[in-house]
């Protein structure tokens, strides 16, 4: 019995030395930390400004009765923000100043025209007259940490010192530019742009490779709804990029755009893509470029000349690049 009881000791104790010696060799997996996430949002300060520019490159094709026509745009407009206050909440109060306007169209046989606010011609084309009054017009409004305009004062105001510059002998067509200068310039128009260009932040922290989504419903220029999903890629330097992919369908909920003495409708669907870079300490954006490509139809649906084009819809191809840059 001893003898057994001394090989079972025995036994035992090369058991507990081989499985020390076997958990010693085996190497076991590291856990690995996980990925470090950043509140993206807006910070701005009291007191500070901002300055920001937005150019826009549009190329419109469409056929009419068998007929191409291009019309191409560029558009350049820049800003300045001016943080007057920041609540509690982080929701900060900023005049916004229009301080350079380029306009330029190249419409084929149909003519082509420039105009520069930092070297403006002797005559401005009548197209540009609307632009060009735009020139050190300022209005306030309210944005939240997240990008979201709360609220805009001032815009309408605005409008009326406009068409006081805006040299326009006949009345029904200074009427139809207040309308379009309302809709595009005013209260309700500025809210809708600032907040499409603005309101891209998450609403949780997020790392490298996770992605957030947004919807932006367009009401003017071109009426679509945009789908956005925004994918935070990479973070250097203090510098935050981000890729967007959206997709787009018509808007039919808008009320048809008035050209002339006719009424037109946009039906259009299409891709988004781009990619914007942010400063992680304020949330402001530092660059971005996206690339649009629309294409649909431009329907009459009303006016007095709907009983000559009934029923007619116009193809059309938009091709746009919007660029923002701080400077």
């Not at 070297?119 to 306030?140: C, N, R, T």
């Not at 005013?186 to 891209?200: C, P, S, T, W, Y």
């Not at 510098?239 to 039919?252: D, G, K, M, R, Y």
Request: overall charge negative; aromatic content about 6%; glycine content about 8%.
């Amino acid at each position: 019995m001893k003898n057994n009881a001394g090989y079972l000791n025995l036994w035992i104790i090369l058991t507990i030395g081989l499985a020390v010696l076997f958990n010693g060799c085996v190497q076991r997996p590291q856990l690995q930390p996980e990925p470090e996430k950043i509140e993206l949002q807006l910070r701005l300060k009291a007191g500070e400004s901002y300055n920001l520019r937005m150019t826009t490159d549009q190329k419109v094709t469409q056929s009419i009765m068998g007929h191409q026509q291009e019309i191409v745009q560029s558009i350049g407009v820049g800003y300045s923000f001016d943080v007057e206050e920041v609540d509690a909440d982080g929701v900060a109060r900023v005049k916004v100043i229009y301080h350079g306007v380029l306009f330029k169209q190249d419409a084929g046989g149909l003519g082509k025209f420039e105009y520069d606010s930092s070297d403006p011609p002797a005559e401005i084309p009548p197209m540009a007259k609307g632009y060009a009054a735009l020139v050190g017009q300022s209005f306030h409004m309210k944005i939240a940490p997240n990008g979201h305009i709360s609220e805009v004062e001032g815009a309408d105001e605005m409008i009326a010192d406009m068409l006081e510059k805006i040299d326009i002998a006949m009345e029904y067509m200074k009427t139809s530019l207040e309308k379009k200068l309302r809709d595009q310039f005013g209260n309700q128009g500025v809210k809708e742009m600032m907040d499409n260009m603005m309101a891209i932040y998450p609403d949780r922290p997020v790392g490298i490779n996770d992605s957030w989504t947004s919807t932006v419903i367009e009401t003017h220029g071109f009426p679509m709804i945009l789908d956005n999903t925004w994918t935070l890629k990479d973070r250097k330097d203090g510098i935050a990029t981000i890729e967007v992919n959206s997709t787009a369908e018509p808007n039919l909920e808008v009320d048809p755009v008035e050209m002339g003495a006719m009424k037109m409708q946009y039906s259009l669907s299409g891709e988004q893509h781009g990619t914007m870079e942010l400063d992680e300490a304020t949330g402001w954006m530092i660059s971005a470029e996206l690339d649009q490509k629309f294409t649909g139809d431009l329907s009459m649906v009303g006016g007095p000349m709907m009983d000559m084009a009934e029923g007619m819809a116009v193809p059309v191809l938009i091709e746009i690049t919007i660029r923002l840059e701080s400077f």
